[in-house]
């Protein structure tokens, strides 16, 4: 039992609050109440929705102490820093003026992206990070009981996000050599594909994503998270197909995971009613200047996007050679698998004691392998001789 203020959280026997990893397993099937008693005049009792307490939340990549020392390729972070414009803003700000709210609407950065993309800023909307952008579509289009659809295995929080919701989850599984997916389910009002694909990293060609989008009955919104890093993306389908959403993020093509800034392209009317969903302020005055800045850098956005596709290239064969399957990826990151299958956690686990920190899966389709980011070409080097170190226990 915990006080908590006037009331007391009660739970069913054998519930540790003390534990994160207990408590998230018994909120799995069990729920939890909360009983108030101000003064014996209102006494009520409140129940977690089900849809909450029988979901798995999302759970981040782990972010450890920069004193441990890890070499940490786990969140498809950038290996460089973002412009030297972007340090020039923060020497410029005015602390004074952190007291005013920012645009609410972020208008200045919605022309500037609509300048870079050739669209009007009536088109765009940007949030708190593509994370903010993906449930403001989610809450938009699809109601609870609707359907929302998408493969997997996929970005776990288009799962998450249709749960919170309410809605019927209308997920369809994808397979080596990923090259025949599902078309979206007839009654899915959404349909998220993550391309490139994470975490996995391929990608499928433009002219199948066409078709996706035209056979889909509801929105469809291609996350394109890591386009930057692709050699094709789907924004110019928006001209063609109302239906389609693109959406992006400066977090790992600019480099700026720390501000939290994703957009999305769209009709109009889209836009519109998305702007109504959103919530007030949702980007911050810093992020704001920060981004703009980031974005008239283009020379410098391009020349670290090659530096990271050059090293993603040069990783993949090597490991290949090794003996490692791997997956081609046009991501900012790899799907390295250990010749063995069924090897994926110890791979994982060998990893770490190297002081390597990638991500693994215990998920369908993901448990053999390991996500692991592409950092700056000296990283990759000590990663490659760590590849090369352990590959016996697993040949």
Same mark, same amino acid.
């Given at each position: 039992?915990?006080?908590?203020?006037? $009331?007391?959280?009660?739970?069913?026997?054998?519930?540790?609050?003390?534990?994160?990893?207990?408590?998230?397993?018994?909120?799995?099937?069990?729920?939890?109440?909360?009983?108030?008693?101000?003064?014996?005049?209102?006494?009520?009792?409140?129940?977690?929705?089900?849809?909450?307490?029988?979901?798995?939340?999302?759970?981040?990549?782990?972010?450890? &102490?920069?004193?441990?020392?890890?070499?940490?390729?786990?969140?498809?972070?950038?290996?460089?820093?973002?412009?030297? @414009?972007?340090?020039?803003?923060?020497?410029?700000?005015?602390?004074?003026?952190?007291?005013?709210?920012?645009?609410?609407?972020?208008?200045?950065?919605?022309?500037?992206?609509?300048?870079?993309?050739?669209?009007?800023?009536?088109?765009?909307?940007?949030?708190?990070?593509?994370?903010?952008?993906?449930?403001?579509? /989610?809450?938009?289009?699809?109601?609870?009981?609707?359907?929302?659809?998408? *493969?997997?295995?996929?970005?776990?929080?288009?799962?998450?996000?249709?749960?919170?919701?309410?809605?019927?989850?209308?997920?369809? #599984?994808?397979?080596?050599?990923?090259?025949?997916?599902?078309?979206?389910?007839?009654?899915?009002?959404?349909?998220?594909?993550?391309?490139?694909?994470?975490?996995?990293?391929?990608?499928?060609?433009? #002219?199948?994503?066409?078709?996706?989008?035209?056979?889909?009955?509801?929105?469809?919104?291609?996350?394109? +998270? %890591?386009?930057?890093?692709?050699?094709?993306? #789907?924004?110019?389908?928006?001209?063609?197909?109302?239906?389609?959403?693109?959406?992006?993020?400066?977090?790992?093509?600019?480099?700026?995971?720390?501000?939290?800034?994703?957009?999305?392209?769209? *009709?109009?009317?889209?836009?519109?009613?998305?702007?109504?969903?959103?919530?007030?302020?949702?980007?911050?005055?810093?992020?704001?200047?920060?981004?703009? +800045?980031?974005?008239?850098?283009?020379?410098?956005?391009? $020349?670290?996007? @090659? &530096?990271?596709?050059?090293? @993603?290239?040069?990783?993949?064969?090597?490991?290949?050679?090794?003996?490692?399957?791997?997956?081609?990826?046009? /991501?900012?990151?790899?799907?390295?698998?250990?010749?063995?299958?069924?090897? $994926?956690?110890?791979?994982?686990?060998?990893?770490?004691?190297? @002081?390597?920190?990638?991500? *693994? %899966? &215990?998920?369908?389709?993901?448990?053999?392998?390991?996500?692991?980011?592409?950092?700056?070409? &000296?990283?990759?080097?000590?990663?490659? $001789?760590?590849?090369?170190?352990?590959?016996?226990?697993?040949?």
């Amino acid at each position: 039992m915990c006080f908590l203020g006037f $009331g007391v959280i009660k739970t069913l026997p054998g519930l540790d609050l003390d534990s994160s990893a207990k408590t998230q397993k018994k909120l799995e099937t069990q729920d939890l109440k909360l009983e108030t008693n101000f003064g014996n005049e209102i006494s009520m009792t409140i129940r977690v929705r089900t849809a909450i307490s029988s979901m798995k939340g999302y759970v981040p990549g782990f972010q450890p &102490d920069p004193r441990e020392n890890y070499l940490k390729l786990n969140s498809n972070e950038n290996p460089y820093p973002p412009s030297p @414009r972007v340090r020039e803003v923060l020497k410029k700000t005015a602390y004074e003026d952190l007291r005013i709210y920012p645009d609410p609407v972020s208008l200045g950065l919605r022309r500037k992206l609509g300048a870079l993309y050739g669209f009007p800023p009536e088109q765009i909307i940007c949030g708190n990070g593509s994370d903010e952008i993906l449930n403001l579509i /989610a809450r938009t289009f699809a109601g609870p009981g609707e359907g929302v659809g998408f *493969h997997e295995p996929t970005f776990p929080l288009y799962r998450v996000l249709a749960a919170i919701n309410g809605n019927e989850i209308l997920a369809s #599984a994808v397979r080596e050599p990923y090259a025949n997916p599902p078309f979206p389910p007839e009654k899915a009002k959404v349909f998220f594909l993550a391309n490139p694909n994470s975490p996995v990293g391929f990608s499928y060609p433009l #002219a199948l994503v066409t078709e996706m989008a035209r056979k889909s009955r509801g929105i469809f919104v291609v996350d394109e +998270a %890591y386009a930057e890093f692709a050699e094709e993306n #789907a924004l110019n389908l928006i001209r063609e197909m109302e239906n389609v959403i693109v959406v992006r993020t400066v977090s790992k093509s600019y480099a700026l995971a720390g501000v939290r800034l994703g957009y999305a392209v769209a *009709h109009p009317k889209w836009i519109t009613e998305m702007l109504k969903v959103k919530d007030p302020f949702n980007v911050t005055r810093l992020t704001q200047e920060i981004v703009a +800045a980031a974005l008239t850098d283009q020379e410098y956005f391009r $020349g670290k996007i @090659r &530096d990271v596709v050059a090293t @993603r290239e040069w990783f993949f064969r090597e490991a290949k050679a090794l003996g490692y399957r791997m997956v081609p990826s046009r /991501a900012n990151f790899l799907f390295p698998q250990p010749p063995k299958q069924g090897r $994926g956690k110890a791979f994982f686990d060998a990893l770490l004691r190297k @002081r390597v920190l990638a991500r *693994h %899966y &215990d998920e369908d389709g993901l448990r053999d392998g390991v996500r692991l980011t592409i950092g700056a070409r &000296d990283e990759m080097e000590r990663v490659l $001789g760590v590849f090369r170190e352990i590959l016996p226990e697993f040949s």
